[in-house]
């Protein structure tokens, strides 16, 4: 089992920034992909990005290129999602994942284990 925990949510104007965290605790895998995704009020959860375990590939939703940076802490088992520029259409729950399987990393179908999620609300 993996434990997924995020903090640093919260609420924030438009064009400022906050910086998301996920510390995963338990068991440890070669091969691990993290990512986050978001999901706002009546509608889809949405990939926003994702980063190799090694940090040699990162990904990202083309809504968020340019804004968003993942990147990750090897020694501290946490990944980090900062996000500038922000705007009122990036408010979401924003759910850190943890996947062991194969398959793009953009799909849910590639992540095994789910963060209860964090609250991001930019207002106009």
């Known amino acids: 089992q993996v434990q997924l925990v995020e903090s640093g949510g919260g609420l924030v104007q438009a064009g400022g920034s906050l910086r998301l965290s996920c510390a995963a605790s338990g068991r440890a895998f070669s091969r691990v992909v993290m990512g986050w995704f978001r999901q706002a009020p009546g509608k889809e959860r949405d990939f926003v990005a994702a980063i190799t375990w090694s940090g040699r590939s990162t990904y990202y939703a083309d809504s968020v290129k340019g804004r968003f940076t993942i990147s990750r802490d090897n020694a501290k088992n946490t990944v980090y999602l900062e996000m500038n520029s922000l705007k009122p259409e990036d408010t979401a729950v924003y759910c850190c994942?943890?996947?062991?399987?194969?398959?793009?990393?953009?799909?849910?179908?590639?992540?095994?284990?789910w963060g209860q999620g964090t609250q991001v609300t930019v207002s106009s």
């Open positions: 994942t943890y996947g062991t399987g194969t398959g793009s990393a953009s799909s849910a179908d590639r992540y095994d284990y």
